[in-house]
């Protein structure tokens, strides 16, 4: 059935003012559209170069109905495949992370080199040409230490991301980080309610108490510039971190999708902990002293958000599971030399998204359940507290308008 027809109606009758009705947060073909003209077109953060540093390093992941892996090859080259055998299609690799010689199918053994050629398949006859049955590729970029993927048959251009993104992120040696900590809920939301939450501290005050230990709740800062000017205390610290050659800046990409910007902590903080003191001796960003760096946003619609400070950076990957439910894994990265127990505590680097992380969890959950609710009626989106809330429904709603035949 042809639900683009419905779909068009919908957005043609939205309230550009409030948040969207039902159907887009809960209705089967509303998800299936969002995955076919959103998730399956553009460039989503699948994890660190960090976390592939030897041949045969891997992760994995499920985008939509696709699984997928992405692998280091003995060339050095990262590369991205369909996790879906070329012989009866099993799911070769179910493990999230680890370490392979080569990829063997569990099912029936077909064996394939880490460049995605068929190295072996028992049994299929002299005439078989094991070189028609490789494994199928997956666009896959690097930009700063984050691995982008995308599995369209042409992707968008990658460059203009990375020309945007890079000169943000390069003097944090995100690169050069590993992983500390992971941590992967399931949120019983829509990955919209998701973002919408992120995108706004409207909530914060109520709900967070451990992230405004250090994080400011400065309800227009995230937004973008156009609807207010920035404090001064902001202007000046964006003035002097730009003297010093750090971009801090609003930066954000023609459609809105992409956005950067650094923010400074509350006075006296140093970093996203209980205390807003550093949690990690060894700083990761190449400003070391590294107190004062405040917190570098990273957002890119649809998958990814990122606070990225002078002593750790705490990366977020969002994938949707079905209409009310959303995967969110969440990883510390620190100094790759920093040692655990000597130069930092883990309780003490995760905590304030460790508790975050759950408070968005439960919120997002009674979220969903009330617009499930043939009582639910949108409500008007605050003009100081959620513009950034209404930015990401700009985009998303935008990016369906031009992508619906």
Known sequence: MN????????????????????????????????LELIWYRE??????????????????????????IVIR???????????????????ICSAIHGNTARLTCPYHSWTYRLDGSLLSARDMGDDFDASKYSLKKVHCAIIAGYVFICVAPVAPDVEALRQQAEPYLIRHQIRDAKVAFESTIVEHANWKLVWENNRECYHCTRNHPELLRSFPDQPTMAAGPGETA????????????EA???????????????????????????S???????????????????SGLGSLLFYHYPSTWNHILADHAVTFRVL??????????????????????????????????????????????????????????????????????????????????????
Not at 281 to 290: D, F, I, T, V
Not at 347 to 366: F, G, I, P, Y
Request: glycine share 6%.
């Open 3 to 34: 639900v683009y027809p419905e779909l068009r109606t919908r957005l043609d009758l939205r309230n550009r003012l409030t948040a969207l009705p039902t159907g887009f947060y809960g209705d089967v073909a509303q998800h299936q559209a969002d």
């Open 43 to 68: 460039w989503l953060f699948a994890g660190h170069e960090c976390e592939l540093a030897k041949a045969g390093d891997f992760l994995t992941l499920q985008v939509g109905e696709y699984p997928l």
């Open 73 to 91: 090859d003995h060339d050095g080259s990262l590369r991205a495949f369909h996790n879906t055998c070329r012989h009866r299609g099993s799911r």
């Open 230 to 241: 920035a404090d001064a205390r902001i202007e000046a610290q964006w003035a002097q971190w």
């Open 244 to 270: 010093a050659g750090l971009l801090s800046r609003y930066s954000i990409s023609a459609n809105h999708q992409m956005r950067l910007l650094r923010l400074p902590l509350i006075e006296g903080k140093e």
């Open 272 to 290: 996203l902990t209980m205390t807003g003191d550093a949690a990690v001796r060894l700083p990761l960003s190449l400003e070391a002293g590294a």
């Open 320 to 405: 949707p599971i079905s209409p009310i439910e959303t995967q969110l894994t969440t990883k510390w990265l620190v100094h790759r030399d920093a040692v655990e127990g000597v130069d930092y505590d883990l309780k003490t680097l995760t905590a304030v998204w460790q508790a975050t992380n759950v408070e968005d969890q439960r919120v997002c959950q009674e979220n969903q359940i009330g617009v499930l609710s043939p009582a639910y009626e949108p409500g008007p989106y605050s003009p100081i507290q959620e513009l950034g809330t209404l930015q990401f429904m700009d985009w998303y709603c935008q990016t369906l308008e031009q992508r619906l035949p």
